[in-house]
């Protein structure tokens, strides 16, 4: 899939909410997905670091994108409702998501870790997923064709000591995903699908392995074809998959 080459217009006409835009894959794949015709929304809880990419995605000619601030870690019921409704006044459907914000917690024993740091991780990398997608299904639904991807880790799939927050709120992605695939398959248009990045080079990668050579690690524009493949049409019937 990595030599996988989309068409310019892949994303004509769609509108796409990236999480975790401000920065590293989010960054890159919102800009990626402008770039191939979509709409974005940018949301993250920095905001000059959003109309920093909102004025990239402007100097390139694509659509406008929207910056929408929110802080995952602690926003309520209200604040995602008014998401939606936000999103359906302005655009009336919504053809993607991809969950990318993510939180990684201090490295430490379960016995260790603080309940305000567990509450925190699982919030962002997990309840927030969950939240969103079952308030913006109804906008997801309105689209020909829908995608959503979960950001997913090794440590989802194999657990390891110390990873305790973090393992625990990638397993339950991949769960998570899993269950809304088999949910939606037969009775929508909407496939749901995780990425494993590996490792790259981001923000959290360095809080996780500061000592980790740079160099050695692949940048998010590297992996970009895997978020553009499973974002756009040919990748119509591929659910429930991890890759």
Known sequence: MLNYTPTPDLLT??????????????RAAAKAFALH????????RTIPDLESLYDEIEKNNAPTPA??????????????????????????KLDGILHNASMLGS??????????QWYHV????????????????????????????????????KARAYWGSYAVS??????????????????????????NP???????????????????LRTPEDILPYYLYLMGLESKGITGKGF
């Open 198 to 216: 590996g490792k790259i080079k981001t923000k959290l990668r360095k809080e996780a392995y500061p000592f980790e050579d740079p160099k050695s």
């Open 122 to 157: 699982l919030q962002v990398n997990l309840n927030a997923p969950f939240i969103l997608t079952s308030v913006l299904l109804p906008l997801l639904k309105k689209s020909e064709d829908a995608s959503i991807i979960f950001t997913s880790a090794d440590i989802g799939k």
């Open 37 to 44: 015709g979509a709409t974005v929304i940018l949301l993250a």
């Open 107 to 116: 490295l430490t024993t379960i016995e260790l870790t603080p309940f305000e």
């Open 67 to 92: 910056i929408y601030p929110l802080n995952l870690a602690n926003a309520t019921p209200q604040d995602y409702d008014t998401l939606k409704i936000d999103i359906e006044k302005q655009f009336g």
């Open 170 to 195: 990638k397993f339950g992605c991949e769960a998570l995903m899993e269950i809304l695939s088999a949910e939606l398959e037969t009775n929508t248009n909407i496939r749901v699908n995780s990425i």
């Open 13 to 26: 006409n769609r509108v796409i909410l990236v999480t975790g835009a401000s920065r590293g894959i989010g």
